[in-house]
């Protein structure tokens, strides 16, 4: 079965900087897109940052300009590259992976999820 494993998590000042990666163990461009997704205790899973297989993005409004996604092809690998760092960020950070069909609808594969803590 496909695949979805994020790392690079961890603790973080704030405004400081933090890489996460997404690898899967298929190609990327099999899903229709791929996003990265956040959630704390008590608050529903929010979208972060997607990708899709043609390459258009979209971010949440509060990440603008703060946080980037991006692809390496060859490495099977989504990367978030986030900026600035706010406590308000911290959360269990999960990529996602979105297959849409006709007959379907969204099909959604989670990944295990990676903890980012922004504390002094």
């Known amino acids: 079965q496909v695949q979805l494993v994020e790392s690079g998590g961890g603790l973080v000042q704030p405004g400081g900087s933090l890489t996460l990666s997404c690898v899967a163990s298929?190609?990327?461009?099999?899903?229709?897109?791929m996003g990265w997704y956040r959630q704390a205790p008590g608050k529903e899973r929010e979208l972060v940052a997607r990708i899709t297989s043609g390459g258009t993005t979209n971010y949440a409004d509060s990440v603008k300009g703060l946080f980037t996604i991006s692809r390496d092809s060859a490495k099977n690998t989504v990367y978030l590259q986030m900026n600035n760092l706010k406590p308000e960020d911290t959360a269990v950070y999960y990529c996602?992976?979105?297959?849409?069909?006709?007959?379907?609808?969204?099909?959604?594969?989670w990944g295990q999820g990676t903890l980012v803590t922004v504390s002094p």
């Open positions: 298929g190609s990327i461009f099999s899903f229709n897109a």
């Open positions: 996602n992976a979105e297959s849409h069909t006709w007959y379907a609808g969204v099909s959604l594969l």
